[in-house]
């Protein structure tokens, strides 16, 4: 199925967690699902994506080759980074038993890569020419180490997405307010008044 990759489903805040959340619904059995199920789509994510992060991407834009060949690397990188810092939110530190998976999934991400990053206005290295999508998710996933960021992850509580909070007052409670935040009102707003009419059957 062709997933249509909104604005909603990069409010991660970063291109690492965005990835991460491609699982929807990742603590529920029964209705979990991989959004890059199909590799294709992954080349489809990284074209958007290169509009929807272009800001951490210093302007580069994504480049994937053969999603099917990279589907390995780009779902191991995926999946260390969501158990690593889904951790890090529930004990508030990073475990390092954790890290030696999510920085050997890092390192087959840039293994091919031959760029320069971290250059004054050019995070990711010549926005000229494309990066390898894989490369820029190992790099996006490293930069979640830092101490300042990993104090603003946030699991949100309805659709369980991680996401960096960079509210001011670091309150932030959903990924999106306009769609998980109005569900989670909805939903109670619902039950608030199914429970007014038991009572009132009741009575």
Not at 47 to 54: E, I, K, M, Q, V
Not at 170 to 190: E, I, P, Q
Request: proline share 5%.
């Amino acid at each position: 199925m062709t997933v249509a990759w909104t604005p909603h489903r990069f409010t991660g805040g970063l291109l690492a967690l965005d990835t991460a959340n491609t699982v929807v619904l990742r603590g529920d059995p029964r209705r979990t699902f991989d959004r890059f199920e199909d590799p294709l789509e992954i080349a489809r994510f990284a074209d958007a994506a290169s509009g929807f992060r272009a800001a951490e991407l210093g302007g580069r834009q994504l480049a994937v080759t053969s999603p099917t060949a990279i589907a390995p690397v780009v779902l191991s990188i995926r999946e260390a980074t969501d158990r690593l810092f889904r951790g890090a939110v529930s004990k508030g530190a990073v475990t390092t038993a954790d890290l030696p998976q999510f920085l050997t999934a890092c390192a087959g991400g840039l293994a091919d890569s031959r760029t320069e990053i971290g250059a004054p206005g050019k995070p990711f290295g010549d926005p000229a020419t494309p990066i390898a999508f894989e490369a820029a998710l190992a790099v996006s996933a490293l930069s979640l180490l830092r101490e300042d960021t990993v104090a603003r992850l946030r699991i949100c509580p309805n659709c369980t997405w991680l996401f960096i909070d960079r509210s001011r007052n670091a309150s932030r409670l959903w990924c999106d307010m306009a769609v998980c935040g109005n569900r989670r009102k909805a939903s109670r707003h619902y039950h608030r008044h199914r429970m007014a009419a038991d009572e009132v059957k009741d009575a």
